[in-house]
Each structure stands twice: as C-alpha cells, then as structure tokens.
C-alpha cells in the first residue's frame, strides 16, 4: 500500500521481477479492493500470488510513533513483517514511510545478536560499477563498535551481492591520515585494523572515493550517509539541468545532441535512480528492502530483485557469523591485559 | 611558496587579477630567488608589487604542530599574516598547507569577538547560481551557538558577495521537519527562529538542497560539510567520466560531441572548480583566503578576485556589526525570565 502509488506500481513492478526470477512467489498485504484489480492484469503474476487483506495502511506522513500506535498487528507493513518472522516469506519489500518501516521492523523483527542498530545500506554506482554505501540514514549517530558492526554487515552484504570473495571495506572520514576526523571513526580503524575478522579493510575514506570506487563498502554512521547521498543526488540533478540547458542553447547543440544520443543514453543509464532503487535495512533478524516512494514499476523491480538476489545468496546467514565471529573476538580482545594496556 | 606549484602559479595568477583590478597592489612573502624571476616576465605586475624575503616556508605535509614549530614569525605564511594584522594588507592569500594554515591564522589573527571557533566557506556552484555553504572543515563539531555565528558570518558574506540585502539560510540536517536531525541543530534551529537578529532563516534543507540552491547560505559543521563537498566533487567526476567514455564510444557520439561541444562548454565553464576556487576562514580578525593546492593561475587569480570583492565590500566589518547583533542579543534573551522557561 506504500509509496506514492501504492499497487499501481507495487503490482507492475513485481510482475516485472516474476519474469525475471520465475521461481519467486508473491504475498501481497493491504486493502484487496485495490490490489486485486491490478493484479488481475497480470495473470502469471497472479497465479504465484496471494493477498491478505487489511483496512489498515500506515501513512507516508505518519510519525513513527503513530505508524506504531494505529498499525501495530494490523496495518498491512506489519503484516508483510509478521510474515517474515514466521518464515512465510524470505523478505519484505516496501515502498511506504521509511520511518514507520524502521520502527516497526526493529519491533517486529527485532536486532540480530551482535548488531544494536539497524543500518540503511544503499547500492552506490561508481566509475568502477557500484559499491554499497550503509548508514544512509537509519539511525543518527554512532559509537566505534556500531560503526564496526556496519562495516561487518556491509561487507557480508557485498559478498552476498557482488559475489566478490574479500570485498574492500573503507571508513567514510575527512582527511585519510590515521590521526584525522572524529574520535568514534579513528577509534572504529583501530578495531578494524586488530581485529583477527577476515575483512579487508582498506582505511579511512574521503566523500570523493564514493563516486571514484575506491572501496566496495562505504561506512559511516547515518548523518554523515544521508548527507552524502542527497548531496550527491543534488549535484546530479544540477549537471543533468546544466547539460539539458546547454543543448537547448543553439542549433548546433541540438544537432549534436541528436547524434550523441546513445552518449546521453549510456550516461542516463549509469546514472539511472531506478537501477539502484532499493536500500536494506541491514541488523534485523529478517530481510526488509526500503524501495523509494516515488519510484515507477522498473524501480520497484529493481528493489525485489536485490531481495531476491540477497536472499538466494544467503544474506542474513553471512550477516549473521559475520557479527558472531566479531563478538567472539571483541571478548577474546577485551580479556587479553596486554591489548588493555596498548589500548 | 604554497600549493603544488609555488611562485610559477601564485606569480601569475595575481597578474591576472591585477590585470581586472587596476588598484590593487601586491606583497609576496618567500623566497626571492624563486619569486623574482617569475615576476619579473610581468612587468605590469612587478610594478605594484613588492617582495619580503624568507628562506622558512610551510611544507605542504607538515601538521599544523610542526609548522607552527619551525615557521612561527619566520615562514612565508606567518609573515603574510602578520601584514594582515598590522594593516599592511587587506587580505591573505595562500594555496598552502590547509591546517597549518588554519592554525597558524588563529594565533596570528585570533578571532574576532562573538565566534569562538574559525569556519571554512566555501563558493558552490548551484542551479541558480552560486551559494556559499559553510563549515566545510575548518572545524570538526560545533554546538547550536556556534552554528549560529556561522550562519551570522556565512550571511555577512553572501550580503559582501552577492551584493544580495537579505540572503536566505538554511541549517543542513537530514528531514526538513522541526523535530528531525540532530539536537544541536534543532538548537541552533530554535535561536534562529526566536532571535531578533536581521536573518532571513528558512529553515533546514537537505543535501540535494545545495545543488538545488534553495538558500543562499547553507549552515552545517565542518566533518558534515567537507564530507558534502567531497562527495558532490566525486560525483562531478564521475559523471564527467561516464559522459566521456559514452562519447568515444561511437562514430555518430564523435560526431554529435563535435556539434555539442558548446554545450559541454557551457557545462564545463558552469562547473569549473577554477571559477569557484578559494574558501574563506571566517570568524578571524583578518581576511584569509585558502587556494586550492593543485590550482592553476586562472584558479589563484579566482581566488584573489573573490577577497579583492570581500575586501572592497567590507566583509570583516559586515561579520563583526553581525556577531555584536547576536551576542547582545543572546545576553538579553538569556537574562529574560520568561524565556528561560520556555526554552
């Protein structure tokens, strides 16, 4: 039911993702006098779907707390949750009120052992192709073990989405020398850098190494992510706005943009906001994919393929011992005397 | 002495700016046997100008410790801000050592009464137009009062830049909702919003904000801004990158660039860092312009043309008159009974 359209692009949007993947299967919550028109156009979709019911829809505008208060057991977000605690289904997409999704999730679902705050992961592209980027804004603020606890689930999420075996995991700072930014960062390093997990950790990260690519995971606490990401959808826009203008400008522009057209072609696509439609909500005990609210059909698509992408490659397991050979070692570490002296 | 290049770049790029300001004269602080030959190639230049010889310059790689350790009184940088400090010179120019640059002009110059902690600004380039967003790094963390002589200084400067009466702020926060982001910027929020200093506060805007130039100042600390500006720098490149490639890939893109090439040209110029090359310490009692290390003299000349402007409209009188406003007006509001309970 959410998003700014609601079925109408949830539907199309999964029948897109049923082609692709013809072994997945659909439930969808919400008001069935809505979805059930929708879903009629799309018969292979529909035979791999069900629909449960509910009045209950929690609102784009609904603080947390009310989502909460009105949705709790019956809105058709918690529901889609109740389903995957209860293993009925693999993941839970939604487009809805992403403060009212965190919230209900952490109830729902509740944290993984290990993880004490859920991150928001987003796929980045990048001139090497894409890298993950987590917290993009679930949660504000960050002490250096939570910041260590993202990088470990980013990096099991990049195993899991790129299929690469020791992904390179950076921490986002200012300055990359080890003496340089926040005191929680340099303090994150230090764990990531004596810690005996096997991540690759690469150092400390500046804003422009997101866009060079210079590391598959990207790690910041959720402030920091979310100014980053919309600062860069910003700059974007505005290039995008400053090409079109000057195209518009004169003959010739116009000209050579009719011929450079496969140009602008490969460049829309690269830069495509659908194409990498679908942030995780990484630290729960479920899988729950974020689409954007205003995405269409492809978008949305997009955001189920990543689920199911995770989920047949195993994401919550990878997270899961990531987090669990992690505490082991932080206890090993904090009962050794001489790492308490060196610390 | 400073930045990649010393003199070869600095010579030439004030010969530039003193070819578009006729008035202005020219103090060189370093050594002679390097600037003097460059100078001497202008003569136009060489005629306003004048050379203060010392063998101590900054090295680009010391810490702000050690620079201050061998080049206090005696570098290059420190005698330029001592021509600061005595009135010798409206305003220092320098594409060295960012932190050694910045520590040095706190004790050189201190800070002016009302701000307690030097900020970065920096020029950005937006849809419509420039903005200035500051802290981009001066300082890492700030608290509600000092964003809040930020955003005085940061207005003072838009007024002596855009020759605009009544600049638009904005807080950088992450949700435009009153309630949203961090505390200390709902702080700063609420004394911008209660004060009866003459700023035209919008209120927060989000990272796509800045591209989209919706204020004309944007108001953040220095971890958050240099991460925006590092990040947007990165897309930039990556977006001229995948433009590029997708050019080159085809015989028909080849043709169509040739056509559209003033179009690119336009891009290029809109978003050449040479243009908005320099950032500006505010809060210090003297004019200081950073150069980007890496510029070339078109970029230097932009940086010494964006002080000649901030000098001849009286930036550092703007920003005192500004901090005055808001300390007595923070007295009285403090010492007001009924306000405490409110707040």
Same mark, same amino acid.
């Given at each position: 039911m959410?998003? /700014?359209f609601g079925p109408t692009v949830v539907v199309p949007g999964c029948a897109i993702a049923r082609e692709r993947y013809p072994d997945s299967r659909?439930?969808?919550?919400?008001d069935e006098q809505l979805i059930r028109p929708v879903l009629d156009k799309h018969p292979d979709l529909a035979a791999v779907s069900e629909i449960e019911h509910t009045d209950v829809a929690v609102r784009m505008d609904d603080k947390p707390s009310q989502a909460l208060?009105?949705?709790?057991?019956?809105?058709?977000?918690?529901?889609?949750?109740?389903?995957?605690?209860?293993?009925?289904? /693999?993941?839970m997409?939604?487009?809805?009120?992403?403060?009212?999704?965190?919230?209900?999730?952490?109830?729902?679902?509740?944290?993984? @052992?290990?993880?004490?705050? @859920?991150?928001?992961?987003?796929?980045? @592209?990048?001139?090497?192709?894409?890298?993950?980027?987590?917290?993009?804004?679930a949660t504000i603020g960050a002490d250096a073990?939570?910041?260590?606890?993202?990088?470990?689930?980013?990096?099991?999420?990049?195993?899991?989405?790129?299929?690469?075996?020791?992904?390179?995991?950076?921490?986002?700072?200012i300055g990359v020398e080890e003496v340089k930014g926040l005191e929680y960062i340099r303090a994150a390093g230090q764990i990531l850098r004596e810690t005996s997990l096997p991540i690759n950790y690469y150092g400390f990260v500046e804003g422009d190494d997101i866009g060079k690519g210079t590391v598959d995971v990207v790690v910041c606490e959720g402030f920091t992510g979310n100014i980053a990401l919309k600062s860069t959808e910003g700059t974007a826009k505005q290039l995008a706005h400053?090409?079109?203008?000057?195209?518009?400008?004169?003959?010739?522009?116009?000209?050579?943009?009719l011929f450079a057209?496969?140009?602008? /072609?490969?460049?829309?696509?690269?830069? /495509? @906001?659908?194409?990498?439609?679908?942030?995780?909500?990484?630290?729960l005990n479920g899988m729950v994919i974020k689409s954007h609210g205003g995405t269409d059909p492809e978008g949305y698509a997009a955001a189920v393929s990543l689920g199911y992408h995770l989920s047949r490659n195993d994401l919550m397991n990878k997270i899961g011992a990531g987090l669990e050979t992690f505490s082991k070692d932080r206890v090993s570490t904090e009962a050794s005397p001489?790492?308490?002296?060196?610390?």
């Open positions: 959410g998003g /700014d659909f439930l969808f919550f919400g208060r009105h949705g709790r057991r019956v809105s058709s977000m918690w529901l889609a949750l109740e389903a995957v605690k209860a293993g009925r289904a /693999d993941l997409v939604s487009a809805g009120n992403t403060g009212a999704l965190m919230a209900m999730s952490k109830l729902c679902l509740r944290m993984v @052992p290990g993880a004490e705050r @859920p991150a928001l992961a987003a796929i980045w @592209p990048n001139i090497r192709g894409e890298g993950i980027v987590l917290d993009v804004g073990e939570q910041l260590v606890t993202f990088a470990v689930m980013g990096e099991a999420m990049a195993r899991a989405l790129f299929g690469i075996e020791k992904p390179t995991v950076g921490l986002l700072n400053f090409l079109r203008a000057g195209m518009r400008r004169g003959l010739l522009s116009r000209i050579g943009f057209k496969g140009a602008f /072609d490969t460049l829309r696509e690269k830069m /495509d @906001p659908r194409k990498s439609n679908g942030g995780v909500f990484l630290g001489a790492e308490v002296v060196n610390s």
